[in-house]
């Protein structure tokens, strides 16, 4: 197990902040909470979904560096701020006790938080097909923001057609100048319905290739920098990438159970926890989700986005707890002061509004 790091806590305190996930967005949503010197504890497996891309792209001054590089520059940031705790372990359980929430990671101890936040990420369900995990991220490209263009000068190709998104994905393959672009069906082409079917007809119309024939396997090729398509009749072709979006579910899924938060389609085959925006807030008070795990359009730097996001979502409920608490306690202690003064209390001026506070009376009662 890696060595934890940051200051030495103990497990029994009761933090801002329970953070699953060390990406961007949780990492993001960290460094928003250090600022509001909110403690918090971050936990990390260590799996990250880009773990087999060389270097990471679109992302703003940061553009073509190792995503492990931002990362780690981000957890320095962190710890210089002396609240936040990082722990290398799995959580495997994860439950709201009474107004807080309690997570057990895979040594078996317990933390406690008031606020959770969910930034387990998401993984990419990888077809059966030979080769294909040993290309991933390295020949085979899930989004052509991320990779493409420094191979765009090869012929490239798309495995399957299955929406009218595909497409969009032929027209940038084209736009960025890749000189061949081609269908790989592994099978007859049958497009799902009429807008697939279509947009196959202009994908066609502007040059792309349809190939039917079944793949046995695929080979990355590091030195060449491509991939050999090796069909089953035993022909091969050789391009600089291939473009496939497979779909992907939430991490961890179990956690998100646990605790209730609502899951839903993501319209690609795949699954999301449901939020709600700004802050990534869930069906239940107090738990967030943020990165990859909420949201269609899965980037580094949205993560990023995101996951401050989660982090003013935390900051301000906390707020908002801790304003009510001191109102109420002001009501009390004007109780006390006006029944000790006069034996009798005008219970209708307690709920004026409190001068300085965002709630009111009302509200804090
Ligand atoms: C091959 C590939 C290349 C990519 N390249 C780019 C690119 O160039 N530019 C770009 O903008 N985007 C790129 N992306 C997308 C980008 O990687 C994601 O959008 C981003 O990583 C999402 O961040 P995240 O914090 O939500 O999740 P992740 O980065 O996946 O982090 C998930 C975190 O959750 C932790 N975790 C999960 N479950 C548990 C648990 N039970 N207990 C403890 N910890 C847990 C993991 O250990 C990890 O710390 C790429 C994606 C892939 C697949």
Redesign the pocket.
């Known amino acids: 197990m890696a060595a934890q790091t940051g200051p030495n806590f103990d497990t029994s305190i009761l933090f801002d902040a329970i953070i ?9 949503a960290a460094l928003a909470l250090c600022r509001m010197k909110r403690p918090a504890v ?12 060389h ?5 703003l001054s940061r553009d073509d560096q190792p ?1 492990s590089e931002i ?1 780690k520059i981000g957890r320095e940031q962190i710890e210089r701020y002396g609240t936040t705790r990082f ?1 290398e ?4 359980k994860a439950r709201k006790d009474g107004n807080d929430f309690e997570v057990e ?2 040594q078996g101890e317990k933390w406690r938080a008031k606020k959770i936040v969910l ?6 369900a990888f077809p059966d097909l030979e080769g294909y995990a040993d290309c ?2 390295q020949s ?4 052509l ?3 493409g263009l420094e191979r765009a000068d090869r012929p490239a190709a798309m495995l399957g057609f299955d929406s009218p998104m595909s497409l969009h994905f032929i027209g940038i393959m084209s736009h960025i100048g890749c000189p061949i672009v081609t269908i790989l069906s592994n099978g007859p082409l049958k497009p799902l319905d009429e807008a697939t079917a279509e947009a196959l007809k202009v994908a066609e119309a502007s040059g792309a290739k349809v190939d039917e024939r079944r793949i046995r396997k695929l080979v990355h090729h590091e030195d060449e920098q491509g991939i050999d398509v090796v069909f089953e009749d035993g022909d091969s072709f050789r391009i600089g990438f291939l473009q496939h979006t497979p779909p992907t579910h939430v ?2 899924p179990n ?1 998100a159970e646990d605790l209730g938060v609502e899951k839903l389609p993501d319209g690609r085959g795949g699954t999301l926890l449901k939020t709600s925006q700004p802050f990534g807030e869930t069906n239940l008070e107090g738990v967030f989700v ?4 909420g949201v269609v359009m ?7 986005a ?2 401050v996001a989660a982090g003013a979502g935390v900051s301000f409920q906390l707020g908002k707890e801790e304003e009510r608490e001191l109102a109420k306690n002001l009501v009390e202690t004007n109780i006390r002061l006006a029944y000790g003064q006069t034996n009798q209390c005008d219970v209708t001026s307690l709920f004026q509004p409190v001068r300085g506070f965002s709630v009111s009376l009302r509200e804090a009662l």
């Open positions: 699953i996930g060390a990406g961007p967005a949780g990492l993001s971050v936990f990390s497996d260590g799996e990250f979904r880009n773990a087999k891309a270097l990471a792209h679109t992302i995503a990362r722990v372990r799995r959580v495997c990671d895979d930034a387990m990420g998401v993984r990419d991933w991220g085979i490209y899930q989004c923001f991320c990779d991490v961890a956690l943020t990165g990859d795990a899965k980037h580094f730097a949205n993560a990023m995101l996951g």
